[in-house]
């Protein structure tokens, strides 16, 4: 319980007044919103500041996330003249007590505050006796880490976040679980130069180097080009022994830039090593093998993984889909595809296979719900676009027929494959 009043105290935080309108001051909020830390710190002189308090609190988590402690002090020293209790200047004071090994004084502070921090607490102290600087860092660790667990991720501030595992290096640079977290951070907000950092601080004698080195391999195929991606992660498995989830990533990679033969090859590997995600495995070997045009063998791919796991919402709907498209086992299909539904009701693909199997089982009612309710979801989606047009032209609806079509070519992309079809479609119409 004491861990979750925490993550509550650290994650109510007050948005920064906006006290001033000069041009530097709108470039550093507009750069520290987009976690560009350095830009907003750029130009910045703490000796000439004339801001309200409110509006140091970002230079003074950008300082923390740079790790420059004395910038951080200088500003956390400069909030706490007008604000003696607030909680992340006082922090960095503590922080700063610590390592200049002064412990008198940090007791002699935190004793003179008169209102009880619980976070403070937990993070410097045990029965009123200071930790150890591992003890402390493990401490915040913990609560960054509990921040996660109790948030839906779009509710998380990453910059105090990131604030706290800053602060938890700069206490115990050993601490290689808070650099391998200030990795996944950078990484969350697009940060793929600075999260690769983190990642190679780790040492291979670390009890966190494998998973640096996963979150390296991703890094790169999130944010490199394919030829650099594909180069690096390859060297990344020489490097760890042909690690099976680096291979994974390799594989994704391929098949994620369509290059499903490659792909399809280390998946083969991958299923002789018959590791515990098999199911899915096999589930995106078929996905290659559909989108290379051989339906039997990704059929064959689809049914095993459904064998080895039957419940998985994903491989229901691609299977599925695929015999609906064909026009067989329309029955079967239909309850698969319900079943995806009520696992993964917000999911527009699955809503969008379902709505079109009561499609073709002559259902246009509930087609047309669902369908339109894949719209509301994924407004750009061309190919429900297209879809919707099919079922309203099906329930002689074809002035709202021919405007989806209209839409659906519009927005269709060269690999949705549907623009000669959806042109056919109001050709024919025109030609009525």
């Not at 679980?177 to 996944?184: F, Q």
């Not at 096999?282 to 095993?304: P, V």
Request: charged share 25%.
């Amino acid at each position: 319980m004491k861990k979750l009043l925490i993550f509550y105290l650290i994650t109510a935080f007050s948005m920064p007044v906006m006290a001033y309108t000069s041009s530097n001051f709108l470039i550093s909020q507009l750069a520290y919103k987009n976690h560009d830390y350095e830009t907003s710190l750029f130009d910045f002189n703490i000796d000439t500041a004339k801001y309200p308090n409110n509006d140091l609190l970002d230079k003074l988590i950008a300082s923390v996330i740079l790790e420059n402690l004395e910038f951080a002090n200088n500003i956390s020293d400069n909030i706490l003249k007008f604000e003696k209790n607030n909680q992340e200047a006082y922090l960095v004071k503590l922080v700063n007590l610590l390592l200049d090994n002064k412990s008198n004084e940090i007791k002699k502070l935190y004793s003179d505050t008169k209102t009880k921090n619980d976070l403070i607490d937990f993070i410097f102290f045990n029965d009123d006796l200071l930790k150890d600087n591992q003890t402390i860092s493990k401490s915040i660790i913990d609560i960054v880490t509990s921040s996660f667990s109790n948030s839906d991720g779009y509710s998380l501030n990453y910059s105090f976040l990131l604030f706290y595992t800053s602060l938890a290096r700069m206490i115990d640079i050993s601490n290689d679980r808070a650099t391998l977290i200030k990795g996944e951070l950078f990484q969350k907000i697009g940060n793929d130069k600075d999260a690769r950092l983190m990642f190679k601080e780790i040492n291979q004698d670390s009890d966190f180097y494998l998973d640096a080195q996963i979150n390296l391999a991703l890094n790169y195929s999130f944010y490199l080009s394919y030829d650099e991606a594909i180069k690096n992660i390859n060297k990344l498995l020489e490097k760890n022994n042909n690690l099976y989830p680096i291979k994974k990533i390799l594989a994704d990679t391929h098949r994620i830039e369509k290059n499903y033969k490659f792909a399809i090859q280390l998946y083969n590997e991958m299923i002789e090593r018959n590791e515990n995600d098999l199911w899915s495995i096999y589930y995106l070997r078929g996905i290659c093998f559909e989108r290379l045009g051989q339906w039997d063998k990704a059929e064959k791919n689809f049914l095993k993984s459904l064998d080895l796991k039957p419940d998985s919402p994903n491989v229901l709907n691609y299977l599925a889909y695929g015999w609906v498209e064909r026009n067989i086992r329309l029955d079967q299909s239909l309850e698969m595809l319900k079943a995806a539904y009520a696992a993964n009701p917000e999911s527009s693909y699955i809503i969008d296979s379902l709505a079109w199997a009561y499609f073709k089982k002559n259902n246009y009612t509930e087609a047309a719900k669902l369908m339109e309710k894949v719209i509301d979801i994924a407004p750009g989606e061309a190919i429900s676009l297209d879809h919707l047009g099919d079922i309203y032209y099906a329930m002689n609806r074809k002035r709202e027929a021919i405007h989806f079509w209209q839409q659906a070519l519009e927005l269709a992309e060269p690999e949705d494959e549907i623009t000669e079809d959806v042109q056919s479609k109001l050709d024919k119409i025109n030609a009525g």
